[in-house]
Nanobody, 120 residues
Framework: QVQLVESGGGLVQTGGSLRLSCAASGSIFSIYATGWYRQAPEKERELVASTTNTGSTDYADSVKGRFTISLDNAENTVYLQMNSLKPEDTAVYYC??????????????WGQGTQVTVSS
């Protein structure tokens, strides 16, 4: 089994920065695809940024130029650096990952979420 644990959320003022972390543990061999999603109250969950173990990245238009996703393969941890935060970035942020496990199978799952609140 694999677990994803997010951290780094909190309260920040408009224009501030936060760095979210998502650490994978358990019977993981490696992460081959991962992403950050967010869900604001009464809205659907949306993809914010994604990356793979080949280094390719993709971003939602609303965060391009402000957010950066990175994957540390050695630590099985994915980060989301968020700069120039806006009130509309307020949401619960979830980490999602697809991983190879030690028994050769594929695991897909979500973290528990971390709250990001940007005050105006």
């Amino acid at each position: 089994q694999v677990q994803l644990v997010e951290s780094g959320g909190g309260l920040v003022q408009t224009g501030g920065s936060l760095r979210l972390s998502c650490a994978a543990s358990g019977s993981i061999f490696s992460i081959y695809a991962t992403g950050w999603y967010r869900q604001a109250p009464e809205k659907e969950r949306e993809l914010v940024a994604s990356t793979t173990n080949t280094g390719s990245t993709d971003y939602a238009d609303s965060v391009k130029g402000r957010f950066t996703i990175s994957l540390d393969n050695a630590e099985n941890t994915v980060y989301l650096q968020m700069n120039s935060l806006k009130p509309e970035d307020t949401a619960v942020y979830y980490c999602n990952a697809e991983t190879w496990t030690r028994d050769g199978s594929i695991w897909r799952g979500w973290g528990q979420g971390t709250q990001v609140t940007v005050s105006s």
